[in-house]
């Protein structure tokens, strides 16, 4: 049976408990009020800013408070385990990157898409990288 994943707002509030916070140390920590906080976790209205430092203050990553997973990078999805004898993933000891505001806003618009408009969207990416690997 698929475990349902939590609403935003729940999976904030696991991930302050386990790191030991309160709600009024967390809203501390963040600068804000604790009512303010307070009404994030109970409606999960948070801004892109407050996840990342969010997940800074939780130690975990921004995908895991967005999604409840982290992501499988999208040149892994759809793709065939790898065999022994290929080469190491290529995400592989490589510093997250920081993205651009153009990067983020691309992000942020990808999300209201259907999973059929995200997977037009992969595609695309996708033939442009291997257009681009192969041209050097």
Same mark, same amino acid.
């Given at each position: 049976?698929?475990?349902?994943?939590?609403?935003?707002?729940?999976?904030?509030a696991t991930?302050r408990?386990?790191?030991?916070h309160?709600?009024q140390?967390? $809203?501390?920590? +963040?600068?804000?009020?604790k009512n303010?906080?307070?009404?994030m *976790?109970?409606?999960?209205n !948070?801004t892109q800013?407050?996840i990342?430092?969010?997940?800074?203050l939780y130690n975990?990553? $921004?995908?895991? +408070?967005?999604?409840?997973?982290?992501?499988?990078p999208p040149? *892994?999805i759809?793709?065939e !385990?790898?065999?022994?004898?290929?080469?190491p993933?290529i995400?592989?000891?490589r510093?997250?990157p920081?993205?651009?505001?153009?990067e983020?806003?691309?992000?942020?618009?990808?999300?209201?898409f259907t999973?059929?408009?995200?997977?037009?969207v992969?595609?695309?990416?996708?033939n442009i990288?291997?257009?681009k690997?192969?041209?050097?």
């Amino acid at each position: 049976m698929k475990e349902e994943i939590k609403p935003i707002n729940k999976r904030i509030a696991t991930y302050r408990r386990l790191a030991g916070h309160t709600q009024q140390t967390a $809203a501390e920590a +963040l600068g804000m009020k604790k009512n303010t906080y307070a009404r994030m *976790e109970l409606h999960g209205n !948070p801004t892109q800013d407050i996840i990342i430092r969010l997940a800074s203050l939780y130690n975990v990553s $921004a995908n895991l +408070l967005l999604y409840g997973t982290d992501l499988i990078p999208p040149t *892994e999805i759809n793709k065939e !385990p790898p065999r022994l004898e290929e080469k190491p993933h290529i995400f592989e000891n490589r510093p997250e990157p920081v993205l651009t505001t153009n990067e983020k806003n691309c992000i942020t618009i990808v999300r209201t898409f259907t999973k059929e408009e995200k997977n037009q969207v992969m595609k695309l990416i996708n033939n442009i990288y291997q257009a681009k690997k192969r041209n050097g």
